[in-house]
């Protein structure tokens, strides 16, 4: 694995019970990087996320980050590994019960032995970061989907992770706070100097502020390339899912006799 290389799944193959779902995936992550997995929905794209954070491990193939096996790692080395890792979960996560400021103190409380002054200030800085250092005492339910979504990610970096998993960022935001979230993605990857793996059906503001972009479809990457490649593609698939087209390899229909059948079949049956 080559020294800028954090994330890399290799032949990867997993599936839930008899169900199959990865079929043979191959995915890199550079340092520094942002790289967004896309495709529809019951792909494998969370399944992804994952396997990088050892909550499931493959049955064929490899995961490893930062050259660790995720999957050959015992409880105590997972444990340290994800220590490097954050987490943005869809709609945030936040805990309900908690102010703002305990919801990204907590992480620093869990896994530090730092004094209360100076996690006070770490997560102020945090906070500044996002620009929500004013709504540190404010409780969950008090916030915008925009802003809950951005003191989840103060959360995820609160330690200075190395790696940052966004499972749907953009999901439910307005134009305006789906801007404000993607354009912090850019400049704490670039800033921090991490790791940004998104999971994610925003086509277009994914591509905004993307390295790298693989699309996911039966199992298998079916698709990769920069952002200008990916909107330059004329692979049916990738064309439909970026222009959002009804008709393609993703079909509108769910499979089913055809009507003028079904019509035909319930006369009979009447």
């Not at 193939?61 to 220590?83: C, K, N, P, Q």
């Not at 979504?149 to 999901?171: G, N, Q, S, W």
């Not at 277009?204 to 200008?228: C, H, N, P, R, W």
């Amino acid at each position: 694995m080559q020294h800028d290389t954090l994330v890399e799944i290799r032949d990867v193959v997993f599936g839930y019970g008899a169900r199959p779902v990865l079929k043979g995936v191959n995915l890199t992550a550079r340092r520094g990087q942002v790289v967004a997995i896309m495709g529809s929905s019951g792909c494998g794209k969370t399944t992804l996320l994952r396997l990088i954070g050892g909550q499931v491990r493959p049955r064929q193939g490899s995961v490893r980050v930062a050259g660790e096996s995720v999957g050959e790692l015992d409880r105590a080395g997972l444990y340290r590994l994800r220590r490097k890792m954050g987490m943005l979960f869809q709609f945030g996560a936040l805990f309900t019960d908690m102010p703002v400021f305990d919801n990204v103190a907590f992480q620093l409380r869990e896994h530090t032995d730092l004094p209360e002054d100076v996690i006070r200030d770490l997560v102020l800085m945090k906070l500044d970061a996002v620009g929500l250092r004013g709504a540190a005492e404010l409780m969950p339910s008090e916030l915008s989907g925009g802003m809950a979504r951005r003191v989840a990610l103060a959360r995820a970096i609160a330690l200075d992770p190395m790696l940052v998993m966004y499972d749907e960022p953009f999901a439910g935001l307005d134009p305006i706070s789906l801007g404000v979230t993607g354009n912090l993605i850019r400049r704490l990857t670039d800033t921090l100097g991490l790791t940004s793996l998104l999971v994610t059906h925003d086509v277009q503001e994914s591509l905004k502020i993307v390295d790298y972009v693989y699309f996911v479809s039966d199992g298998i990457i079916v698709a990769e390339g920069t952002a200008d490649e990916i909107r330059a593609s004329t692979l049916p698939y990738v064309h439909q899912f970026v222009h959002g087209e009804s008709d393609g390899p993703v079909p509108f229909h769910y499979p089913a006799p055809t009507y003028a059948e079904d019509l035909r079949l319930g006369a009979q049956r009447a």
